[in-house]
């Protein structure tokens, strides 16, 4: 059974571009969850999403943006790039819905990321 | 708001020896913590996750520990092996305004040089 997957792998953008980022959770997974990475920190929350719902949203600007499909996938979308926005962007999936009593006690699986660069 | 601190940020040790690295946070009414490993460039792995009522979690020559009183963990690897080097992050996950998310410490960047 495959595990979270991300895509693409890597990516390079020039400032002001616009990035699309790509999440499958695993089968069966209906939660999905954006960290941002920055090098040498740990993962920073970014949005929370389950059943296309947005369940969380952490402290960063506009130009991020999240979407949940039908599917369960997910999107994240960064306007207007900064190259401060350089980071390893991950996706994590868990089992119950954010909103759940015992989702706190709910392991969340990661994937391998996606490192963005912008030039 | 919790905050998670782990120290050393970094640690080179010779092959064979045994290590402890440290993950503290602010707030002790967590419901777990989590151990994962990170290779360069690349994702989490979980390592191992500790409930609130337990006080030790094993997984083959991985020992994480948790003191809720005092707000601290240790994972403990025993003879650690060049294979070990990747970075080590602990975390706990927190319900605030922003929603219900995991948060991370720094990292431990573990060095075992053969």
């Known amino acids: 059974d495959a595990g979270v997957t991300q895509s693409p792998t890597h990516l390079i953008k020039t400032r002001g571009q616009q990035v699309t980022l790509r999440c499958s959770p695993i089968?069966?997974?209906?939660?999905v969850s954006w960290y941002q990475q920055v090098l040498g920190q740990g993962p920073q929350f970014i949005f929370q999403?389950?059943?296309?719902?947005?369940?969380g949203r952490g402290n960063f600007p506009d130009r991020f943006s999240a979407r949940q499909f039908p599917n369960y996938s997910s999107e994240l979308n960064v306007n207007a790039l900064l190259l401060g926005d350089s980071a390893l962007y991950l996706c994590?999936?868990?089992?119950?819905?954010?909103?759940?009593?015992?989702?706190?006690?709910?392991?969340?699986?990661f994937g391998q990321g996606t490192r963005l660069t912008v030039v | 708001k919790q905050e998670v601190t782990q120290i050393p940020a970094a640690l080179s040790v010779p092959e064979g020896e045994n290590l402890v690295l440290n993950c503290s946070f602010t707030d002790s009414a967590i419901y777990n913590l989590q151990w994962f490993r990170q290779d360069p460039g690349k994702g989490l792995t979980s390592l191992l996750l500790?409930?609130?009522?337990?006080r030790e979690q094993t997984s083959g020559r991985l020992n994480a520990s948790l003191d809720k009183s005092s707000g601290r963990s240790t994972l403990y690897i025993a003879a650690s092996q060049p294979g070990d080097s990747a970075t080590y992050l602990c975390?706990?996950?927190?319900?605030?305004?922003?929603?219900?998310?995991?948060?991370f410490g720094g990292g431990t960047r573990l060095m075992v040089k053969p």
């Open positions: 089968s069966g997974h209906k939660s």
């Open positions: 999403y389950y059943e296309k719902e947005e369940r």
């Open positions: 975390a706990v996950p927190e319900f605030n305004n922003a929603g219900n998310m995991l948060t």
């Open positions: 994590a999936s868990s089992a119950r819905d954010p909103h759940h009593p015992r989702f706190m006690n709910t392991e969340a699986f």
């Open positions: 500790i409930q609130s009522s337990q």
